[in-house]
């Protein structure tokens, strides 16, 4: 069975609906638009501001390899700024979904537990401060949050800081124990309580 909306299915359609403002997709294009912009600009800060020179993200490294890629003439490659952008745009719409949904799981479960929910406060007001802005130069003595949630016919609910986590995931890796006994394992190795 296909697509059941109507402006999949007709092409121009969309264009029609977006020029006589019909069920919000002028709206929509604005937004796509200006997102695309947005993508755009940081590609462009990334390649000109000496700031993002020594970031390693996913830009930065694309940019070198097709830098790489550009000089060596023999090899055809498809490293273009067009492909980074479409890039750019897929990974940050798929990692906002996986937040968008991780977030409201998360918040389902805070509901449940006040302990947890204070906890959460308390870091979130240690690394975000009075100004209400994160630092990125301070990440290292940020203890970021880890939750992990199973359902195996009983809820386990897990709150750990991430660096104990890395510490307890190279510790049991090698173990031959399955993940929620490794969390289980985790969290009461380093002092917290499920």
Same mark, same amino acid.
């Given at each position: 069975?296909?697509?059941?909306?109507? &402006?999949?299915?007709?092409?121009?359609?969309?264009?029609?609906?977006?020029?006589?403002?019909?069920?919000?997709?002028?709206?929509?294009?604005? &937004? /796509?638009?200006?997102?695309?912009?947005?993508? !755009?600009?940081? /590609?462009?800060?990334?390649? #000109?501001?000496?700031?993002?020179?020594?970031?390693?993200?996913? /830009?930065?490294?694309?940019?070198?390899? +097709?830098?790489?890629?550009? #000089?060596?003439?023999?090899?055809?490659?498809?490293?273009?700024?067009?492909?980074?952008?479409?890039? &750019?745009?897929?990974?940050?719409?798929?990692?906002?979904?996986?937040?968008?949904?991780?977030?409201?799981?998360?918040?389902?479960?805070?509901? !449940?537990?006040?302990?947890?929910? +204070?906890?959460?406060?308390?870091?979130?007001?240690?690394?975000?401060?009075?100004?209400?802005?994160?630092?990125?130069?301070?990440?290292?003595?940020?203890?970021?949050?880890?939750?992990?949630?199973?359902?195996?016919?009983?809820?386990?609910?897990?709150?750990?800081?991430?660096?104990?986590? +890395?510490?307890?995931?190279?510790?049991?890796?090698?173990?031959? /124990?399955?993940?929620?006994?490794?969390?289980?394992?985790?969290? +009461?190795? &380093?002092?917290?309580?499920?």
């Amino acid at each position: 069975m296909g697509p059941s909306n109507a &402006v999949s299915l007709v092409p121009g359609l969309r264009k029609v609906f977006e020029f006589f403002k019909i069920a919000g997709y002028d709206r929509a294009a604005h &937004v /796509i638009k200006s997102f695309c912009s947005f993508v !755009k600009e940081e /590609i462009s800060r990334h390649k #000109t501001s000496p700031e993002f020179q020594d970031v390693h993200d996913f /830009i930065n490294s694309y940019l070198e390899k +097709q830098s790489k890629m550009t #000089t060596s003439e023999k090899i055809k490659h498809y490293f273009s700024e067009r492909n980074l952008e479409g890039n &750019v745009n897929i990974l940050f719409l798929a990692a906002s979904d996986t937040i968008f949904s991780s977030l409201g799981w998360l918040l389902r479960l805070m509901s !449940k537990h006040r302990d947890i929910q +204070q906890k959460v406060y308390t870091e979130l007001m240690e690394v975000l401060g009075k100004d209400g802005i994160a630092r990125y130069k301070k990440r290292e003595s940020q203890n970021t949050l880890y939750f992990r949630c199973h359902d195996g016919g009983s809820e386990i609910f897990e709150y750990s800081s991430f660096k104990h986590h +890395q510490e307890c995931k190279s510790r049991f890796s090698n173990q031959r /124990i399955d993940d929620s006994q490794r969390s289980r394992n985790c969290s +009461q190795s &380093v002092g917290f309580a499920q």
